[in-house]
């Protein structure tokens, strides 16, 4: 395997891999990351549904606990190390992003397993379904976040295609792996096939990419960029923090069965999910390109965006409505009763967020930390405030209508952030991003 110093003279001025411009590749690229999500998606739909058919209501809301607590992780380690990669090596030359994913992936490793040994420890001391649940997911950790790391690595190089393989790869060891924790019956048994698969795409993604992680360069990475690092780290946690303390506040005001509701209806918008997070795959990098070839054009490329995605979320709630009850049943089993109940305010919520991150890919690629570490806690502080105040006021649809109103408070101030940036950005004219 080579490393980002290992490449010979003429290598360092060659463009990442798949790097192509024009409208053309834009649509490529974004297509790759359609796909790539799609497959993602895909397979933890696949795992939600078969673990809320075989644990029943009270265990899936133990899985759903962990499964949250995972999301948190993950923007830390986004936050921390493959968001500054994106945002400063997206289509530099090959050479400089070899050796910046080498200490991005070792980041991610690095984080990994620092969370990873403190989930084990407070796993091992709770009891009942969550306690394994949690330890479970401490020793899946490191190979959860370096799969995702290679995700992120191949679309700054404009190579969506070896992250949809990745994931596929991903999906492929899935399945015995799943066939295995059903004969078990435990959440902690799904939790630790779901993390060992994506252990098996995470090595994958060592061999695509011939690079291998740095972990001891952590430091290094980390010092490099705190500048981003720090600010998108408190963003992103802001974001999933939120999440976590609505899902916690939830199971304690209504019961763990509510987080089960939640996540049910959730799964039902999964196959649109896929596409708001598909595009989020890409979106940064892509408007650092815009922003690179064609600043005037940044704005009106983060509104077709968030428009797009916005139109389609309502679009697919609207079919939802139209599902018959025999066939949610057959879906979501037990879970199907309560989180149809929830569809309504569940995809006015995704619609307003899928508005939201338009603006927020802008600022991401203006680098607008400040902007957008704002913009983040306030939708976060929102987002908890309506979700656990409509809770107390209406139990679970209390609090779906809560976080409905939130999202579409905050996505308000996202393009509000954004408009103020680009006209800063129009009257002071900044140096662009540096890659180092």
């Not at 999301?71 to 986004?78: A, I, Q, W």
């Amino acid at each position: 395997m080579t490393t980002g110093e290992e490449q010979t003279a003429p290598a360092a001025n060659r463009p990442g891999p798949g790097r192509r411009t024009g409208t053309r590749g834009i649509v490529g690229r974004l297509s790759w990351g359609l796909a790539d999500q799609a497959a993602s998606s895909l397979s933890n739909f696949v795992v939600g549904i078969y673990v809320a058919r075989s644990l029943g209501l009270t265990a899936f809301g133990a899985f759903s606990l962990a499964w949250v607590t995972y999301g948190v992780v993950l923007n830390v380690s986004r936050g921390l190390a493959t968001d500054p990669l994106v945002v400063r090596f997206s289509g530099v030359p090959e050479a400089s992003w070899r050796g910046a994913v080498a200490r991005s992936s070792g980041t991610a490793l690095v984080v990994g397993a620092v969370i990873g040994a403190v989930c084990l420890a407070a796993g091992l001391g709770v009891g009942g379904d969550v306690g394994p649940a949690f330890a479970g997911l401490g020793v899946m950790l490191p190979g959860l976040l370096l799969q995702d790391a290679w995700r992120y690595a191949f679309f700054a190089a404009g190579d969506g295609r070896k992250a949809f393989v990745n994931d596929v790869v991903w999906g492929v060891a899935l399945v015995p792996a799943m066939v295995v924790a059903a004969q078990v019956g435990s959440v902690a048994a799904f939790i630790l096939a779901w993390g060992s698969s994506a252990a098996v795409a995470a090595v994958y993604g060592c061999v695509q990419s011939r690079i291998r992680p740095r972990p001891a360069e952590a430091r290094e990475w980390l010092r490099d960029h705190r500048d981003l690092g720090t600010r998108y780290l408190v963003e992103n946690v802001g974001l999933s923090g939120a999440s976590q303390l609505r899902a916690y506040g939830l199971g304690a005001i209504v019961g763990v069965g509510a987080v089960g509701e939640v996540r049910g209806a959730e799964l039902l918008l999964g196959p649109f999910l896929a596409v708001l997070m598909g595009l989020s795959l890409v979106t940064v990098p892509e408007a650092a390109r815009v922003l690179r070839q064609a600043p005037e054009r940044l704005g009106r490329f983060c509104l077709l965006l968030g428009g797009g995605q916005t139109v389609a979320a309502l679009l697919w709630g609207a079919a939802l409505l139209l599902m018959p009850d025999r066939l949610g049943e057959l879906v979501l089993g037990d879970v199907w009763s309560g989180a149809s109940a929830l569809i309504v305010p569940v995809t006015l919520s995704v619609a307003a967020a899928g508005l939201g991150t338009g603006a927020a890919g802008g600022l991401r690629a203006l680098a607008a930390a400040r902007r957008s570490l704002r913009c983040q806690l306030f939708a976060s502080a929102c987002y908890v405030g309506g979700g656990l105040g409509g809770a107390v006021a209406g139990g679970t649809i209390g609090s779906a209508w809560g976080v409905a109103a939130a999202s579409l408070c905050g996505s308000a101030v996202w393009w509000l952030q954004l408009r103020a940036a680009l006209r800063e950005r129009h009257h002071h004219p900044i140096p662009e991003a540096r890659n180092p």
